[in-house]
Structure formats: C-alpha cells, structure tokens
C-alpha cells in the first residue's frame, strides 16, 4: 500500500516509479478518487450530524404524539446516502492496492530476468568424469521418487518420496530450522496453514495473486509461504521500539496453484502445488531494514554453503522484482543434472508497503506519533528445491548420493543413499 500524502505530493515522482514498473501513469486516477473521497467525508461528516440531529427530533416529535414520517423518511434517506459514501471511499484505496511497491533506486533497470544482475559467486560447477543425471533420474532410478503414484493421488506438480530420501527431505527441513533458530537468533513459530482474507491482503496476495492460491470452500486460504502469517502477527499492532527486531521462522508445507506455469518444469520436484519451506520473517524499525536485509540474505546463503552446493546472489532487475518488495536478492544454485542455475531463496525488503497494508506500527521510543514498521522476508531455504540441489551436486558415478556433513546426525547413520 501507498502513502497517498506522498502521491499528492509529487504525483510525478509516483508516475516515474510505477513506470519503472511497467506501469502507464496512473497519480491522476489516484488523485480524482482521492479528491471524491475527501469530498465525500465532508458530506458524510454533514449528514451524520443531520442525522443526529433528526434522531433527536424525532424522539421529540413522538414523545409529544406529533407526527414524525417526515423526519423518518429523510433519515432514511440519510443512511442510504451514508452507506453510498462508504462504498465510494473504498476506491481509491481499491485502486492503491492493485499497484506494486516502489523499487529502491540502487534496483537494476530491465523488463526481465535477463537484465538481473549476478553481485558475487561461491564457489564453480564441480567437474565430473561422468554425464551428471537430473534429480527426477537419480529418485527414480534409485525407487525413492514416485510421480506416477503422486499424479494418481493427486493429479500433477505432487511427488511421493520413499526411504532414505524422504527422511533426507526430512533432515534438510529440520537442520535448517535448528541452523536458523540456534545460531542466526530466529524464533521458532508454529503457524495455521490456512488463513483468512485479511491476513492474505496483509501481505498483498490479495487481490492482485488469488488464482495463485488455493481457497477453501469455508473460505479461508492456503498459505503459499508461512511469510503470509508470520508478517500478519503484527497486524493491528502498536509494537515498541525497544521489542525490535522480530525475527521469526517457520518449517511448514506451502501451496501454490502454479497459475500461468503451464509447460514448465512439469517434470521433476522444482515446481510443485505442495512444498515444504524454511521461512525467514523480520520486523523492524525503518531505520534498520536495509542491514537487516543483508543480515536475512547472508543467513540463507550459509544454508548453501554448508551444504557443499556452488550458489550465486542476484540482484533482482525492476521488471524481475515482486509486488510487494522494495528490493530483492535471490539465491541461485548450480545444478549439475540441468547445467543451469535455478533459484533456491529469495530475500526481500518491503520497506514499509506491507506494513500499511496491516496497519502494523512502531511507537518510538522518543518523539510523538506512531510510524509504520517495515517487514523482511527470505528463504531460508526452500526444502525442496534443497533436495534437488543436494542430489545433483552429490551424486556420484554409480548413481548413489553422497549426505553433506551437516545432515549426518539426522540421517540415523546413514553416509550414502543408494538403490536397495
């Protein structure tokens, strides 16, 4: 969401910005529903005060035996006016809520990803004496990896693990979340999977992304990331300066509809309607969030890199980054089996755009007024995608994989997996 007293200053500046969204002008649109609307609360202000005053004379009119329709009819009347200025007032922040964040200035120009830009590289594509196979061809080679009976379950974009690799999803899941919670200072949370329409709007899935989501016929939705719940904890929210920052992390299944994505990676576990995801959540003080953003993208970069796999960070170009973030950092992996990089985390600011969208605010430790807090999110990893990234860089000649170092102690002893 947006701070309509900035856009009424300089509507220009908001133009430039959304054009570097893609976006045509849109401040003049924003600013006749925004003159409406003021119009409209000094009329609704007029009529509550007839209103008022009518209920009182009407009260007085009966008490006396007079006759009253009159009055009746045009209070009547009043509230159907009252209830018209409501809906109007509505549309402009209607309007707000379709348009995306504002992009830092230091975020690359481009319309695409291919205009991303690549800032630093850990490590280089291993060199192997043999054809490294995709992670569809390992599971299934070694019968730990079922799509057929995934796809009679469920349909598509689902996958069955079996044995030591569905204890490895296991394992990557829980060190990561011990990894987060024990050494990087975030709080474990428990979180509901489903949530209502305010707490989706709160982050801004809706209404913009809802044929991205799964909804329910008692409608609630299903979270797409436990970023959805965690950031919404603040909702409706005073929080002290002195209690910042918050940094909360979830272990929790995730839903997407993968709308739009018809046709790719439609086979293999990288794109999935069901996946497990670490999630990294901060709220903090305006003043803190772009060093907390390279605290959060550093975090997830240590998953990686103790996990042996060779990564990148990419600063995301304008036309690459998300709706609701100021600026953001994904984390690509090197995948031997498909001789590309693929994304594994992404870490955003979002200044402050979802906090407005909640109403979620800071009261300072010094001077008068309440201001909005501004909120984090990362990857922390995607288990999945972890997964995929850990059997290609660690399959060996035979077929087998080898388990990274850190994972041993979740592994009940087991040092490689391979077929039975």
Known sequence: MHDIRAIRQDPAAFDAAMARRGLG???????????????????????????????KQIGIAKRKGEDSAALEAEARALKEALDAFETAADEVTALLATLPNILDPEVPDGPDESANVVLHQHGEPPRVNFTPLQHFELGERLGQMDFANAAKLAGSRFTILRGPLARLERALGQWMLNLHTEQHGYAE???????NDATVYGTGQLPKFKDDLFHTDDGRW???????????????????????PFRLTALTPCFRSEAGSAGRDTRGMLRQHQFHKVEMVSITRPQDSDAEHERMTRCAERVLTEL??????????????????????????????????????????????????????????EGKGNVFLHTLNGSGVAVGRALIAVLETHQQADGSVLIPEVLLPYMGGLERIAAA
């Open 222 to 244: 299903l979270i797409p990331t436990a970023e959805v719940p965690l950031t919404n904890l603040v909702r409706e929210e005073i929080v002290p300066e002195a209690a910042l």
């Open 189 to 195: 949370t428990t979180v509901p999977y489903l949530v």
């Open 25 to 55: 002008p849109v401040s003049d649109r924003v600013l006749e529903l925004d003159a409406a609307r003021r119009e409209q609360i000094t009329r609704q202000q007029a009529a509550l005060t007839r209103r008022n005053e009518l209920a």
């Open 308 to 365: 042996g796999l060779v990564w990148r960070r990419v600063f995301l170009c304008a036309g690459d980054t998300g709706f609701g973030a100021a600026r953001t950092y994904d984390l690509e992996v090197w995948l031997p089996g498909q001789q590309a990089w693929r994304e594994i985390s992404s870490c955003s600011n979002c200044r402050d755009f979802q906090a407005r969208r909640m109403n979620a605010r800071m009261k300072p430790g």
